[in-house]
Nanobody
Framework: QVQLVESGGGLVQAGGSLRLSCVASGRTFRSYTMGWFRQAPGKEREFVAAISASVGMTRYANSVKGRFTISRDSAKNTVYLQMNSLKPEDTAVYYC????????????????WGQGTQVTVSS
């Protein structure tokens, strides 16, 4: 069982930055692919970014490529999402997720989810 707790959300002006953190419980953090998804009001939840368990391969949604960076610190059981050049359309609840599989954008393939943290970008 893995428990995920996100933090770092908040209100920021367009063009600003935020860093989200997700702390994972359990001793098997190193073996999980970690990811971030988001859900905007009235929209379906969508993939944002993911990082593999071992070699640190990453994948990003086209909408955030070049602006967001995902990273992980195994010593702290934490995955981060650095978000720069934020836009109003980035406003959403951001969810951390973990999967024992490789990187996938298919939500049904992710095993564990956090409760989410709100990010609001004002214009």
């Amino acid at each position: 069982q893995v428990q995920l707790v996100e933090s770092g959300g908040g209100l920021v002006q367009a063009g600003g930055s935020l860093r989200l953190s997700c702390v994972a419980s359990g001793r098997t953090f190193r073996s999980y692919t970690m990811g971030w998804f988001r859900q905007a009001p009235g929209k379906e939840r969508e993939f944002v970014a993911a990082i593999s368990a071992s070699v640190g391969m990453t994948r990003y949604a086209n909408s955030v490529k070049g602006r967001f960076t995902i990273s992980r610190d195994s010593a702290k059981n934490t995955v981060y999402l650095q978000m720069n050049s934020l836009k109003p359309e980035d406003t959403a609840v951001y969810y951390c997720a973990a999967t024992a599989r490789g990187i996938t954008t298919v939500q049904a393939m992710w095993d564990y989810w956090g409760q989410g943290t709100q990010v609001t970008v004002s214009s």
